[in-house]
């Protein structure tokens, strides 16, 4: 799920910041009843997540229902040991964060750059460029894999290698849509009167435009370090190497081979789960209102 | 639409890029006398990397100027994908302690292996050790490309408590016939003993065959391998017997058909286990277990019966660069002083002609291990022949549909795979 | 949107700058032509262009050439044979038993998953449109599986709906033997709940910003008329955000289409007889285990066809009904 599910975040969006917009005004038994699925809704949404953590601290796994409490005598920190004994929870954590550190850089700089550049500046094969892009949102990447392989790794060299895995992601492509559906938004004028007063076009971008959109920015930085940082295929392919794996790829090899020779096997996969969970909804939850509202009706035409 | 014209437009560019990157030429025979440090691969099995780390360092000691890196192969779902892709991005070891004989035809159509008889000597020393039983690890060109290291030979472990419950014998259980199996197996079910009566991992992996099918059909054939002189030989009565046999437990839920985490013999979930002695290191202190061949139709011929081998051996590889040392290193690796520590390490067999002389006290102290020692001799190899590890999945793949989901019948299953195995082996690689 | 009132930028005056409303020299006038009028932006667009070239098309160009040859992967420095061989890779995918039972289990899926994707999202999406109390943690609540990494959850849920889980508990007598994930029947079916459930959250925001162009006269003048919920539902809401409907639909195709991550940790590689085998784990089966990247190749690029061809299909279709 990674470039093509991201492909529609090019409209993507969330609700609006100022969430005080009723619509209608509901009857009172019904927005009861509107409030009960929601609560239901939330139940199911969540219920892993609260299993996940109560799992991780069993020291047997105990699958009844008194097992959805944490138990009193039940309780201990040893599956986080084993896993990180088998793992080394945190050198894959740092591998990930090489990896989405890695993408967000390159999607910062040089995503932006492009970005700015289809939609404000005209120069010869912007045409040409932009065409590519919507090529490579459609393609998906699994088509792309088994080359790609060949690819980086013998005529790239970057086998094993930070760079060999970060390489296809470097620049979320997402990410260049969403720059320049928002550089589109921003009006000419503002760069006009920058450039008459003389300067270069680097400075508009980064004192004029990029201000302006900043709220799309780090709409679009979130979505990038969702792929990468949850990214499995490409990383597992890519390094076989234990010491450079992601948390993601060693998590998921461990779940395919040597989960069984752990106390608690399912305890210590879910110690690695919700260590790998983490990150990414802890960043959600303090960003989470930092989403706007983005014109939708012209990324869906698009 | 515009993006395809410049698609189109962009072909002759990458002809040319392609044309760019075709091979080059082949390694240099000088190679094979370089000396120099070298890394090598050996498995994750705790044993044998507490056995690798101790040779590399009793090397490193006595070769200062050729030391010896090594690390634990990589983990992934299997080590031949993990080896194959080395190779191509040639970032393998000089050596690999985990090679597969099934993989070994793969590895040497990629261009990946170094061949051990090009060194002077090399074929006799592999010899001298086995013995005769290394011919089978030739190669079709007449070259070793692998040597042969060690030996699982595959048996059936029974769970003595299990046996006790049920009321079966705990020193000689009726396990040496296909009924006598059976009715076992359905008594230790029914009273309530044990959850399954057996339970080898129903997984699609192609390697999986190994320890269901193939261990009997060695016992069975008495020693015939999967294919022979280019054709299939398990569409036979000793095949369609062997399947029979598998699909009636299967049918009679007397063995499992989901796959697991946890080792079923070691949880107590099933009262026994088709397995080689590598797994003993696992039932430590879980299980009080006993050995017996595996069954046949007629009955088995004590530690006469043929099984499979489960054999994992040592390979030189293409990228190696200082395969001088690599090939002193093996040498010493296998020398009859490591033979015996990976034999006190690991409980594994070295495949060595007369280990039971040589490591007398050894097996005077673990009687348990003579059994295995004395099956060993007896053990066939997987097929040396081209797309090996393809034909192995086409077999499971039949298998699993006919024996263990029964959505065909197995005869016209095997018949099926067998006719695909043919035309497999016979292409050119 | 944001207010675009920054006060303006001071900048000192440099020589030879292009003022915008000058009229081109000659000179200015052939760069122009040649580079566009802001040549810099070729600058800018150059590492984005170095990386399509390099990491999309010429990927994409050789996918498409091995499935045209025999083709494995050899040793660096090793040359071996790679003949053209026409179609033959396209007939041997073609008539692949795996292959076919794979395109089967993604239909499984799609058919689950599409539904009940656009429909729960729809739904649940008017529900949290209305003022309620605690939005924005049912928003959070929902979006929380999204954003986190597959192979988690899929950690969780195994042991959810392992033989002896808290799943198999609550059913007693009613649990499937052998259990959901080992169940040829149920393999599939529960590798699709499982994405439904996690991809459901982005959907949601998708509709929610949809809804809130759908204009309140339309649901004013509805009630005046005495429309009761599911009418207005029907009347307004669902015509007001076709269009999301169908770019949900066409993403949950061609996610669907595409999945490896899920079934293959979720069912161990296959699953049980293949019957939750992706046609993406094929490719990664046979290009990668197998060493047979010309057959993966030839798959993976007739995946991609079928993904546009259902894609074009489903958006001609909505075109059709607006």
Redesign the interface.
Known sequence: MTQTASAAEAGATSTAASDDVPTIEPRASRSWWRLILLLIGAAVFLFPFYYMIVGSLQKTANTTLSGTLPQPGNITLHNYGQINAALGLGRAIINSGIFTGGVLLGTLVLGILAGYALAQLRFRGRGLLFAFMLLLLMVPFQLLIIPLYVIIVRNYGLGNNYLGMIAPFAINSTAVFIFRQYFLQVPKELFDSARIDGANELRVLTRIALPLVRPAVLTAMLLTFIGPWNEFLWPFLITKEQGLQPLAVALGNYIETVSGVATNPYGAIMAGSFVLALPAVVLFVIFQRHFVTVNIGSAVKG | MKSRIVAAAAVPLMVGLLAACGGGGGGSASANNAQGPITIWYSNNAQEVAWGKQMVASWNKLHPSEQVTGQEIPAASSSEEVIGAAITAGSEPCLIYNTAPAAVPTFEQQGGLVSLSSFPGGASYIEARTGPGASVYKSPDGQYYQMPWKSNPVMIFYNKTIFAKAGLSTTSPPLSTYSEFLATAKTLVSSGAAKYAIYPNPSSDFFQSWYDFYPMYAAETGGTELVKSGKATFNSAAGDAVAAFWQQMYAENLAGKGSYTNDPFAAGTAAMAIVGPWAIANYQGKVDWGVVPVPTTAGSHGDQVPTFSDAKNIAMYASCKNRGTAWDFLKYSTSVAEDGKLLTMTGQMPMRQGIQQLYAPYFKANPAYTVFAAEAAHVIEVPNVPNSIQDWQVFRDAWSKSVIFGQQSPDAALAGAATQINKLVAATP | ??S?T?P???????EG?L???ARPSGRQRLTRA?????????L??A???L??A??????????V??SFHSY?????????PRPFVGLANYTAVLTDP?VRQAFVNIAIFLVINVPLTVILSL??AT???????F??????????????????????????L?????F???LGPLAPV??WL???NWAMPSVAIYVT?K????FI??Y??????VP?EL??AA?VDGAS?WHRLRAVTIPGVR??TT?VSL?AI??G??L??EPY?LT???G???KSASP?WL??QS???????DF??AL??L??IL??LISAGVWLLQRRQA
């Open positions: 949107m944001t675009v920054a303006r930028p001071k900048f000192p005056p440099l700058e003022r915008p409303d040649a580079f566009g009028r802001n040549p810099i932006g070729m800018f667009g590492p984005y262009a990386f399509i390099l990491l999309f098309a010429y990927p994409l160009f050789l996918a050439w091995i494995f992967f050899a040793a660096p420095g090793v040359s071996v795996a739904l649940l529900a949290l449109n209305a003022a309620i109390p939005r924005a943690f049912f928003r959070t609540s929902y979006y929380v599986p999204y954003v986190t990494a597959s192979v988690a959850t899929i950690g969780v849920f195994l042991f959810i392992s033989p002896g889980g808290i198999n508990h609550v052998p259990s080992v169940n040829q459930w991809s459901l959250g982005f925001l998708l929610l910003a949809a809804l809130q162009n309140e649901y004013e009630k919920w269009q999301v770019l993403l061609i996610t289409a595409n490896f991550t940790l161990a590689g296959g049980p007889d293949g993406v490719i990664y290009g990668i285990e197998q060493n047979h990247p993966a190749s993976g690029v995946l991609v993904v546009l």
